[in-house]
């Protein structure tokens, strides 16, 4: 297969990976935040998130792990001069990064797929902020194409995520302000039967 094939294969499945691993913590925030629900909205919204995120990650985010890993291969296989490249082996490196990203995302799966909730709404908050982190880094790695201008890079990566930080904790503020989840009760109470 032309080489330029397999590229755009192996772009197409970056993106269907990173949009799983996106969206895969979001899933665990709802979830976990559902475990503070009323009955039966607590049991329908676990319910429901436990089916997504089931669908989510074995049928688009795993596949397309597996996938961006062989198109991957296939790609130095054809051009094994890119091993060579200082730019190169330090993608390398973020793409490990994102594989130990996705087992963490595997466990974390596992025991809310069990009812086991370790992790606070904010801790998975500033979790899901790692993806992003890594995904700038191979962006900007492979644009630039350069080992040297990668520090720059990173050191602009952590400023980014000193503020993704501050904006999580700003909207942990705003959402206590508003009290949404007080409101949501409140809701929730007037909608049940008098009759009962």
Not at 3 to 9: H, Q
Not at 15 to 41: C, D, H
Not at 56 to 80: C, D, E, H, K, R
Request: hydrophobic share 50%.
């Amino acid at each position: 297969m032309d080489f330029l094939y397999v590229k755009a294969l192996h772009i197409i499945f970056v993106v269907t990976w990173f949009a799983g691993l996106f969206y895969i913590p979001r899933l665990f925030i709802y979830q976990t935040e559902a475990e503070t629900k009323l009955e039966p909205a607590k049991s329908i919204l676990q319910t429901q998130f436990k089916l997504m995120s089931k669908r989510l990650w074995y049928i688009i985010t795993w596949p397309s792990a597996i996938l961006v890993s062989v198109f991957g291969f296939w790609m130095l296989y054809q051009n094994p001069y890119y091993l060579e490249e200082p730019w190169m082996l330090v993608k390398l490196a973020f793409v490990l990064a994102l594989y130990f990203y996705h087992g963490f995302c595997q466990y974390i799966y596992k025991q809310l797929q069990q009812d086991i909730v370790k992790y606070s709404a904010f801790q998975l908050r500033i979790f899901n902020e790692i993806s992003t982190i890594i995904l700038f880094a191979i962006v900007f790695l492979v644009t630039l194409k350069s080992a040297i201008n990668w520090i720059w890079g990173v050191v602009g990566i952590l400023l980014f995520g000193i503020l993704m930080m501050l904006g999580i904790k700003l909207y942990k503020r705003i959402r206590a302000k508003n009290s949404w989840e007080k409101a949501e009760k409140e809701v929730l109470e007037n909608d049940e039967d008098p009759s009962e």
